[in-house]
């Protein structure tokens, strides 16, 4: 009884594993299709356009940091294909940071961005290797200040910076 029923079983295995002629050709059809398709994907253009590495912008005051001057720098980052992550810091070796802004944004139109939930909104403007920061409306500027001591705000003009940040002088947030 144990010599057939192990016989059974052996065959049961060998004749579970032949494929018919329909199962062969199915898969065939298939792993031709997947193929076709892989190297369809493969062949396409990827669109990167919206990935921003994260780059640092400075203020002019950056170029002068040796010599005692005060400064604001901004980390703009992509997280997605239409949003941004932008991070305001300042020195903080000297005195207490001067501005700190934290918030993403999601894009107008080709590089230009607007913040998400912030009060006023703010608004970035990506040109290559210059970024623009300013408000929705003038009257909104002020409004700005809220971010930073001793009356300043972080709306103007920035520059990428080419060179490894100066970490020695960078507020604690960074």
């Not at 980390?75 to 000297?94: E, G, H």
């Not at 623009?132 to 809220?146: N, P, Y």
Request: proline share 2%; aromatic share 10%; glycine share 6%.
């Amino acid at each position: 009884m144990y010599k057939l029923s192990f016989t059974i079983l052996i065959l049961w295995t060998l004749i579970s594993c032949v494929k018919t002629a329909d199962e062969r050709s199915f898969e065939k059809n298939v792993n031709s299709n997947n193929s076709e398709i892989l190297q369809k994907d493969l062949e396409k253009e990827v669109d990167t356009t919206f990935i921003i590495k994260k780059r640092t912008f400075v203020d002019a005051g950056y170029s002068k940091r040796h010599e005692g001057s005060d400064w604001i720098a901004i980390d703009v980052d992509s997280i997605a294909p239409d949003t941004v992550s932008f991070k305001v810091f300042a020195r903080n070796d000297i005195k207490k940071a001067t501005c700190n802004f934290y918030s993403k944004a999601y894009e107008l139109e080709k590089g230009i961005y607007k913040s998400i939930h912030t009060d006023p909104v703010v608004l970035l403007t990506l040109d290559g290797e210059k970024l623009h920061i300013g408000t929705a409306s003038k009257e909104d500027d002020q409004k700005l200040m809220f971010y930073c001591s001793g009356g300043g705000n972080f709306i103007g003009d920035y520059d990428l910076l080419k060179e490894p940040m100066d970490t020695i002088k960078l507020d604690t947030i960074h």
